[in-house]
């Protein structure tokens, strides 16, 4: 026995809040749409778990994150699914899902069906286990995916401040986490394997702008790369447990507290706090040998729309046609969940008379008082530009003669405007040179 539903969302972060809105929007029946999530609470805007949510004082709590807030929409509290006749059911984790038979099976043993499924699993966090290392069940070792990480974060934050914090991964995580733990009074040492910071977008001369200000806000960084070549993550280092001589193999141990993380080179950095982003992997592995799988997430066509016409898959997980890039990739950006999440519920009320989705990729952070955006591809010959000391500062990737990808930190709404529009157009560039003559007046007169 078990209930059917026209539409059924599997998966409650972003990218659902956004679908929902959009299904509410386009005036569907009451009972029509169910959003089965794992979470416990209704979709919120993820970002704000390493941003708002970490800050000392008035920290962002729910309600006041759900989505659809961070595209200044209608805020999609549990009481405005409840009115739009929308089924939540969260706390619940799907098992199985029957793609041929159009039903699900949910932790808790009912059978959910539907005549049209959005995939919207989003991803997880790689765990340290995964290459090898122990100690990430240690009390103080966190990672940050979800309400429940982001709540032992600041439990741990609270209950060791002016400790040591140790962050591992150099990426989006690794930034932001360092950033908030520096703003909650830790002494706070980064460790990543690469040259330098945000390896897969910054360039060597952007990276170096963001290392010396975290420096100067006491961020200490440890090199590593020296070991990089292994392509083995054990050599970085292991987490030795309260009793070092005993390490992980006392099961006494287990559950206890990391107190070092010990590097493959024989240093150990003292640890109070880890905090670890070192990636994540897509939700997919429901649909593997039922649905087509590509670059590690569900393949889709440009109306996002799977390899079974019944099924759709949006934010993290899909692997959607991207012109800039020319081919297929999979993004892992929350405005790319909220657009492809829309074009999504646009297709199937449209009964896929829609044009193709045309995303511009577009990412962004804030840490401490900066703030950059980036919109396209950092592929190509790069032009930077503008103030490196501190003040507004960019870059531009230009890849056959083509504007492709823009960055710039510290501009203005009507600048990131602009390279956002300059991007999309792609304009031919002949002289490097005079782009980087002009630096941001070419964004602004394109
Ligand atoms: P999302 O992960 O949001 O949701 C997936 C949902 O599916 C979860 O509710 C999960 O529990 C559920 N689920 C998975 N499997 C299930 C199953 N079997 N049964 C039931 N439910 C299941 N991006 C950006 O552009 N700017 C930013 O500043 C940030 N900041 C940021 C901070 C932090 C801490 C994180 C973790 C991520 C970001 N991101 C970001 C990335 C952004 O949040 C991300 O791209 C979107 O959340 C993706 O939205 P989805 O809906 O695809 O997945
Ligand atoms: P990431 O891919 O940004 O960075 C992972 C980092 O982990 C790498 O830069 C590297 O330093 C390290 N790493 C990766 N593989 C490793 C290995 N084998 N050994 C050692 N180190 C390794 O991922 P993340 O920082 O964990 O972020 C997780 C997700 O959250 C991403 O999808 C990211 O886009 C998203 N996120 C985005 C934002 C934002 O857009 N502002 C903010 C926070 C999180």
Known sequence: ????????????GVAAGYAALEFSKRG???????IISEESVPPYERPALSKGFLLPEAPARLPSFHTCVGA???????????????ELVIGTQVKSVDVRR???????????SYKVLIIATGARALKLEEFGVKGSDSGNVCYLRDLADANRLVDLMESSSG?????????????????????????????????HCMARLFTPKIASFYEEFYKSKGVKKVDVKFFWNNMNFEWLLSCFRQNKFCTFLNRE???????????????????????????????KSLFEGQLTLEKGGIKVNGKMQSSNSSVYAVGDVATFPVKVFGESRRLEHVDSARKSARHAVTAIMERNQVDEFDYLPFFYSRIFTLSWQFYGDNAGDVVHFGDFSGGTFGAYWVRKGQLVGSFLEGGTKEE????????????????????????????LTV
């Open 416 to 443: 990131y405007e602009a390279i956002a529009k300059a991007t999309r157009q792609k304009p031919e560039v002949e002289d490097l040179a005079e782009l980087e003559r002009q630096g941001l007046g070419f964004a």
């Open 102 to 112: 159009k039903t699900l099976l949910a932790g808790s043993g009912e059978t959910i």
């Open 253 to 283: 141990n287990i559950g206890s507290m990391v107190t070092a993380v010990n590097l493959r080179d024989g240093s150990s950095l003292p640890a109070d706090v880890v905090v670890v982003g070192i990636g994540i992997r897509p939700n």
């Open 163 to 195: 400790g040591n914090a140790i962050v591992i991964g150099g990426g989006y995580i690794g930034m932001e986490c360092a950033a908030s733990l520096v703003i909650n009074r830790m002494n706070v040492t980064m460790v990543f394997p690469e040259e």
């Open 28 to 34: 569907i029946s009451h009972g029509e749409l169910c």
């Open 72 to 86: 200044n929409e209608e805020r999609l509290t549990p009481e405005w699914y409840k009115e739009h006749g929308i």
């Open 1 to 12: 026995m078990g209930r059917a539903f026209v539409y059924v969302i599997l998966g409650g």
